[in-house]
């Protein structure tokens, strides 16, 4: 475990923590006016190993080779040329801070960090830190890497989970929760939908998806598995050549077939790593999935509004509701599709390149 203290006067500015993977989620702006969750979990932090915040360049700005070694493969609006490395966590785990309040970038209803870091030291004054609470974007920290310094603390290593003891005790993510609003004149409110942690994952799977077609259909397993990605993967691919197969895999699932050429599988929610195969499917393409998205979709969970054997009895009435489910179709999260499709080398393919300048289409056509 850690701590992060600034790296100007030492002081303390966070509880101490332990690393895990950045979320799939980290970045996602979800629909307009949303209320989202706190991003991490309390106790935890994660490192965004890419640069962020200003300065900014225009992509024309910008040469293709340079792009290239930085890992990014089409057209972008914008890199930003800001130290890579930032921290984020909880809210409620950071110590020792204020609000600048001329830094307060956002008030659309909340904060974001448009002005850069709007939180400093309390002990120095220094800019260390900014925080997100704006609507339709995940509440988080995020500390400035060259502000902050992190010290382990003593006698407090944890080693990660191996698959096995994840299977045990991980949690799946549900595919479906209320999203709320802001309150208005007329009140907040909330409806059930498809949870913006499975967009968000689905968009990154997906780009991943059509980079192992290699321009050929795909065919996934039926189930929720079919909800979130045939519709699209339908849509976007050339129908008549031979289909490749992806299936699930992963600790606990059998061992994949010899025709299986996609492999959906766990990352883990501490290292981040993927989860690799054994034999002749370790030349498969392996598709990440987040370990609770990918947990429901191996082990779904059943919603149960009735007993699970027998029925009611006589002149019982129900007085539950039925079990809520989204109003829509599935679509995966744009932002974090076109933010994953640009940074694999596939995407220079005129084919998978012509699916992403004509991305809005295909928001227009609900697919995303």
């Not at 332990?18 to 490192?47: C, W």
């Not at 921290?87 to 909340?110: M, Q």
């Not at 045939?230 to 299936?247: C, I, K, S, T, Y």
């Amino acid at each position: 475990m850690f701590v992060f203290v600034c790296a100007g006067c030492g002081a303390r500015l966070t509880t101490p923590l332990s690393q895990v993977a950045l979320p799939d989620h980290a970045h996602q702006k979800y629909g307009n006016g949303i209320r989202l969750p706190v991003l991490m979990e309390s106790g935890t932090f994660a490192v965004d190993p890419e640069p962020s915040g200003p300065p900014w360049r225009a992509w024309e700005e910008i040469d293709p080779d340079e792009a290239a070694a930085r890992g990014i493969y089409a057209s972008v609006h914008a890199l930003s040329d800001g130290e890579p490395g930032a921290i984020v966590i909880a809210p409620g785990d950071a110590r020792g801070t204020v609000l600048i309040p001329e830094k307060g970038g956002g008030y659309c209803c909340g904060l974001d960090w448009a002005d850069g870091p709007n939180m400093a030291c309390e002990a120095c004054g220094q800019p260390v830190a900014s925080r997100i609470d704006d609507c339709s974007l995940w509440q988080a920290v995020w500390l400035a890497p060259d502000a902050v310094r992190r010290l382990p603390v003593d006698g407090a290593d944890v080693a990660p989970l191996s698959w096995g003891e994840l299977m045990t005790e991980g949690k799946g993510t549900p595919p479906y929760e209320p999203i709320a609003t802001w309150g208005s004149r007329l009140g907040s409110h909330h409806w059930w939908s498809w949870s913006p942690q499975w967009e968000a994952a689905a968009g990154r799977a997906l780009a991943h998806l059509l980079a192992a077609s290699e321009g050929r259909p795909v065919t996934v397993p039926d189930g929720l598995i079919t909800e979130v990605f045939q519709r699209a993967l339908d849509a976007l691919l050339p129908a008549g050549p031979p289909a490749r197969r992806a299936v699930l895999a992963g600790p606990g699932q059998p061992v994949p077939d010899t025709d299986a050429h996609i492999l959906l599988v766990p990352t883990h929610p501490q290292t981040g790593k993927t989860w690799t195969p054994s034999g002749p499917a370790a030349s498969a393409y392996r598709v990440p999935l987040p370990f609770g998205v990918w947990l429901w979709l191996a082990s779904p969970e059943q919603y149960l509004p009735v007993p699970a054997s027998g029925g009611l009895p006589d002149g019982v009435l129900r007085d539950d509701p039925p079990a809520p489910l989204p109003h829509h179709l599935f679509r995966a999260d744009p932002g974090t599709f076109r933010d994953t499709l640009v940074r694999l080398p596939a995407v220079r393919s005129p084919w998978l390149r012509d699916i992403l300048d004509n991305l809005t289409q295909h928001m227009h056509a609900h697919l995303f």
